[in-house]
């Protein structure tokens, strides 16, 4: 692996917002199509339930900070979503609009706009509630962890958020891509949060042992760590310098310049879902010659966003479907030098269809760098598997949808561990779900 050969005005070029910001007569003339529906199907259509009509009526008659708050108000990482939120199957797929005049209101254009000004004017709206006298601990600094913790700081509950890593915002700040989301902007929505008075405590993992204390020690513990590290395939090779996992190429575009990332001038993808597009379209920005995506199944089978798989094609990656990996191959000097494959044939229809080895159909890609991007391990049966109470099915952590509950007296829960990976936005809303039920829970304790 070698760090990127583009120059550093071609790395910000590529990595420069996919969307750019609308200035204020392209967002008054956007907002101006907007049929301000009754019952709006794209409100019912957004997890967090953001009045959709309500924000883009006040940014039709430019108070783009008045509709800064009714975001924020349901949903405070409203920026973050306004970037990487699926609004093409959210509120855009449910838009009167895309129907009657071909095309939906750019809503999430919009919503940017909005939380632009607020945070360009360092605004903020909310203040903490009366002080209760009750302690929550939060457990992952991610969508979710974050949510529930500024609403209960609304609701005026101390809010203590564990993190484990030296860097709060879980993979909302290091996990997608920087062409999405920048940090900066990742860390700017945290600041409001803290401003309410959440103590977020970095460099601080949370164990089983631990999370014993923090349910003797607090009045309620929120559990909203994320997924474990990314699944590996059992093939050989998987040791080579230059076999890497998804997490881990996308890290380093948010921890340091662009010009000090690496990546291959042959790079390989395995996968075929949202995080494996990012990758790949990450290694092109990146300056890689050719970018490969390998995936068992077709494009039809595929788990990414129609939207996310029309980038990759714009982006010129190439695609192999029905490849099976079976080695990762090493040249003479120990390097990586390609990805041995075998074909297959499907058996069957849609994604329960058997995959059938062809004989004699092993072929190489070759590469220097290699990305596996075949999600990640679930750890909520390591952390909460022994207590009494919690249920974890196939690694997911069962919980009561309308509260967060988990079974255990106190003990909630929201985020990947719950969903085992959705988007930005239904954390915020399960994060927000679970602190009304703590609230509800408190009341009834106190």
């Avoid at 405070?76 to 509120?91: H, I, K, Q």
């Avoid at 991610?142 to 030296?166: I, N, Q, S, T």
């Avoid at 000090?260 to 075929?272: F, K, L, N, Q």
């Amino acid at each position: 692996m070698e760090r990127t050969r583009l120059t550093r005005a071609e790395l910000e070029a590529n990595f420069a917002d996919l969307h750019p910001a609308y200035s204020r007569d392209e967002a008054v003339a956007e907002a101006s199509r907007c049929l301000f529906c009754f019952d709006a199907p794209c409100m019912r259509a957004c997890p967090t339930h953001i009045d959709v009509p309500r924000f883009i009526r006040q940014i039709l008659h430019d108070n783009p900070l008045g509709a800064a708050e009714t975001i924020f108000s349901e949903n405070v990482l409203g920026g973050s979503c306004a970037r990487a939120c699926p609004t093409e199957v959210l509120c855009e797929g449910a838009c009167v609009d895309k129907t009657l005049q071909g095309g939906p209101v750019h809503i999430g254009r919009l919503q940017r706009y909005a939380t632009d000004a607020a945070q360009a004017q360092d605004l903020w709206f909310f203040e903490p509630g009366t002080d209760t006298g009750h302690r929550v601990a939060i457990v992952g600094s991610g969508p979710a962890g974050l949510a529930c913790a500024h609403e209960l700081r609304r609701l005026g509950h101390a809010a203590d958020v564990f993190e484990a890593r030296d860097v709060a915002g879980g993979l909302n700040t290091l996990g997608i891509a920087a062409y999405k989301i920048s940090t900066e902007l990742a860390l700017k929505e945290i600041e409001p949060i803290r401003a309410m008075g959440a103590e977020i405590h970095l460099n601080s993992p949370v164990d089983a042992n631990r999370l014993a204390g923090l349910r003797r020690d607090y009045d309620a513990v929120f559990v909203g760590v994320g997924l474990g590290s990314t699944r590996q395939l059992p093939i050989p090779g998987e040791e080579l310098e230059g076999v890497v996992e998804a997490l881990d190429f996308i890290f380093p575009t948010h921890t340091g310049p662009f010009s000090e990332c690496y990546v291959g001038r042959h790079t390989v993808v395995i996968g075929a879902g949202n995080t494996a597009v990012d990758c790949a379209t990450q290694a092109v920005r990146l300056g890689a010659e050719q970018v490969t995506m390998v995936y068992r199944r077709t494009d039809a089978e595929m788990s990414a966003f129609s939207y996310e798989y029309e980038l990759a094609k714009q982006d010129g990656i190439v695609f192999e479907w029905l490849a099976q990996p079976v080695e990762f191959v090493a040249d003479d000097d120990g390097d990586l030098r390609a990805l041995r494959c075998r074909r297959l044939r499907l058996q069957g229809q849609g994604r329960r269809a058997r995959l059938e080895e062809i004989a004699d159909s092993d072929f190489e890609i070759p590469c220097d760098l290699a990305v596996q991007a075949l999600g990640q391990a679930p750890v909520a049966d390591e952390l909460l598997g022994g207590i009494e109470g919690v249920t974890v099915v196939s690694g997911r952590l069962v919980v009561d949808p309308t509260t967060g509950a988990t079974g255990a007296p106190g003990l909630f829960a929201g985020g990947d561990c719950t969903s085992l990976g959705a988007e930005i936005v239904d954390a915020v809303q399960e994060g927000k779900v679970a602190a009304r039920g703590i609230d509800e829970y408190l009341k009834g304790g106190s």
